[in-house]
């Protein structure tokens, strides 16, 4: 069993970063990939970012490509989306999620555990 929790969530103006945390718990924690994932009202929850249980490997959404990074400390149990230049499209509830095959998968199916999720606004 996994435990996640995410933070760092708020309200942003468009070009603002923000830093979003999840803190991961559990005997089997470090071993799992981790992704991110986010859902606009009214919308699917869609894919934005996963990382591989070492950190070796990412892999990103086109839309977020080369304006959020994906890092891990394994240390801490932590997961972290850096998320630059915002965009008013970004503004979403996001979520934190491990899966065993992250970050070669991208479904919301292939994940096993999830956390609550964080509120991210940026407005325009």
């Known amino acids: 069993q996994v435990q996640l929790v995410e933070s760092g969530g708020g309200l942003v103006q468009a070009g603002d970063s923000l830093r979003l945390s999840c803190a991961a718990s559990g005997r089997t924690a470090s071993s799992y990939g981790m992704g991110w994932f986010r859902q606009a009202p009214g919308t699917e929850r869609e894919f934005v970012a996963a990382?591989?249980?070492?950190?070796?490997?990412?892999s990103y959404a086109d839309s977020v490509k080369g304006r959020f990074t994906i890092s891990r400390d394994n240390a801490q149990n932590t997961v972290y989306l850096q998320m630059n230049s915002l965009k008013p499209e970004d503004t979403a509830v996001y979520y934190c999620a491990a899966g065993r095959l992250a970050p070669m998968v991208r479904l919301r199916r292939d994940y096993d555990y999830w956390g609550q999720g964080t509120q991210v606004t940026v407005s325009s």
């Open positions: 990382i591989s249980w070492s950190g070796g490997r990412t």
